[in-house]
């Protein structure tokens, strides 16, 4: 006989409880304390885990739902653009270079960020925290699965996108998301919140994600903004999730308060140091630019971050220090990482250049006290000798910051013509650093940074050619076996965009779309 | 400070100098020409002579900048971490006293880089 079902659906509130926290137990075989060995390390104190609060209510049937939903549009979308060779609607092929540092330097954050998030769901006692940490895990592998799909249309067309997740562990630049994310997994599940949830994803994730989809709408790449969308909705959850994480602490304990205050003041810097990146693409990479990185991080960051941090003082936090030099290093930072990548674009796994006459015309408005006085010469001096077959490439590695992992490029907060250095010495060895924000996390841990993966000193180590490359026979060409190694094929991923394999082949093909020759 | 940790924490330097075949790192930045845009490292036997760093290494580096050949290494001055520093040309980096991952900053007085902008 069938069972009788009750015909009565359980509301929104029953559903929750029933589905979320009805979901937990004490376990008996093993105490709590053996099964949550991570819940207590780091100092972190909380007394009551059921005064969490949801704001989503999210429960794992419509979570389904949901994403089903919008996967089945997002995928018609790229299917659509697919087959009608969107890409050639782009603005210019330069625009695709900002794919490929997205693909390369993004997306594999995404997949960590899924191991990250059901790594901490595991690791935390609490029901509330460990639902919702397992949909931001969920939501981080589509959202890389989602990037790769969208990606891998332009990689039918265009060089540079072939081999994303062999690079990520590799590629010189790639080294410094790379060991952002390695960082925060490294730490405990409390640290890794305030690191991943709550300072990227709260803080800075506009600063991110913003540029770039807004960028692909201006640029006319339909698929990269639909990807985008089929995002923002989870990001928003994200984004809550990082803040009740944070007041949650803070509400627990009034000894919590030290050491998320350090942990914030950490992982801000940390994460603006990765977004040097995102300000490049934005000033230099979009050829219709949507704003400069310096007016994004006026709104992104110090309004809405103003604001936050505003709330956030009645439990006592407080501005991390190190903001006061992003004031001025915000006139800066985009100028100095595109100097940086067009003078190594020989090892870079995308296509770079100077900017017309336009561009920097352009850059002269949005950085009035800045680009014409510190940027300008330079740049017309290198295009110029470009123009006379003198390109500039440089032949010797940079000098890399220890913590960071960017090279050594950023200037005194008190002079932007002065390389900021800094250094500690730790049990007996030296240690370089770029910032007074990069030596602070030193000096705190130098334990964890003395095992860095710096790629430039494991080139001269040795570690970075192919299996069986012998250094010492005569001719040796270390850049050509470290390209090698990287998987990036010489004069087709690399080099300037004039003249490369992409500007010839998009012209061709946009040409046969528009002309009848 | 140590690191909170579960265990203890405790890894070797990843880049101790008997991990470079005989060589030593050295760091040398050129003050005023942020054309290059961070300072350079080399893998250096301790033999190397100071003179063959400056007239062969980094005029190597930095030969591209039209203000290279004006650098008079006579006039120069060096900082090491930061202080003055004195090097003897004909000695060898070695004999200097320079340690692996030592930082030098080369300053050449009156030159300022393209149309004086410090690139």
Known sequence: ?517 | MAVTAMKDYKFSPADTQDKFHGGQLLYVGWDDHLMFCAPFAYCLPPTTLFSDLCEKILANSFGYHPDWKKVDFTAASWLKSGKPWQPDMTKSIGELGLKHKDVLRLKTPGLKGIDGTCS
């Open chain 1, 1 to 517: 006989m069938d069972m009788q079902a009750s015909k009565k659906k359980l509301g929104l509130k029953e559903k929750y409880a029933h589905m979320t926290r009805g979901l937990d137990w004490e376990t008996s075989y093993q105490p709590m304390d053996k099964v949550f060995p991570q819940a207590t390390f780091e100092g972190i104190k909380i007394h009551d885990w059921d005064k969490w609060e949801d704001p989503f209510r999210l429960t794992m049937d419509a979570y389904w739902k949901y994403q089903a939903e919008k996967e089945r549009k997002l995928y018609a979308v790229l299917d659509a653009f697919a087959q009608n060779n969107g890409h050639l609607g782009v603005t210019d092929a330069r625009y695709i270079n900002a794919l490929k540092l997205f693909l390369t330097g993004i997306s594999p954050l995404e997949y960590v960020a899924h191991r990250g998030f059901a790594a901490a769901g595991r690791n935390f006692p609490g029901v509330g925290p460990r639902v919702a940490c397992l949909m931001q895990s969920l939501d981080e592998i589509r959202h890389a699965q989602t990037q790769i799909h969208a990606l891998s249309n332009y990689n039918k067309h265009y060089d540079g996108f072939h081999d994303f997740k062999y690079m990520i562990e590799r590629v010189w630049y790639l080294s410094v998301p790379k060991s952002f994310f390695d960082d925060a997994f490294s730490a405990g599940p409390f640290e890794w919140m305030i690191a991943i949830g709550f300072s990227f994803e709260y803080v800075l994730t506009n600063l991110l994600f913003v540029p770039f989809m807004s960028g692909a709408a201006y640029n006319g790449d339909m698929a990269t903004v639909t990807f985008g969308f089929s995002a923002q909705s989870d990001e928003a959850r994200h984004m809550t999730l990082g803040l009740e994480c944070i007041k949650f602490m803070l509400e627990q304990d009034p000894d919590n308060l030290p050491i998320v205050q350090k942990w914030i003041d950490k992982w801000a810097w940390r994460g603006i140091r990765v977004l040097s990146l995102v300000g490049m693409m934005m000033d230099y990479m979009l050829p219709k630019r949507v704003m400069s990185w310096k007016e994004a991080w006026e709104i992104y960051f110090e309004q809405n971050g103003g604001a936050l941090f505003g709330d956030l003082a009645r439990y006592g936090i407080k501005v991390p220090e190190c903001l006061a030099q992003c004031s001025i290093d915000k006139e800066h930072i985009s100028h100095q990482a595109w100097a940086t990548f067009y003078q190594y674009g020989g090892a870079a796994a995308f296509h770079t250049w100077m900017p017309t006459d336009d561009e920097m015309d352009w850059l002269s408005a949005k950085y009035p006290n800045t680009f014409d006085k510190y940027y300008r010469a330079r740049f017309t001096y290198w295009r110029d000798e470009a123009e006379k077959g003198n390109r500039f490439y440089s032949n010797t590695l940079p000098m890399l910051c220890q913590v960071c992992q960017i090279p050594m490029l950023f200037t005194e907060p008190g002079d932007p013509t002065q390389i900021c250095y800094r250094e500690s010495d730790y049990e007996g060895e030296k240690y370089h650093t770029c910032s007074d924000g990069c030596k602070h996390i030193f000096d705190d841990e130098p334990q964890k940074y003395v095992q860095a993966w710096l790629p430039v000193h494991q080139i001269y180590q040795g570690n970075c050619f192919p299996e069986g490359t012998d250094p010492t026979v005569e001719g040796f060409n270390p850049l050509a076996k470290v390209l090698e190694w990287y998987h990036l094929e010489h004069g087709k991923d690399n080099l300037d965009f004039e003249g490369s394999r992409d500007q010839k082949n998009f012209d061709t093909w946009r040409g046969m779309a528009t002309k009848n020759t």
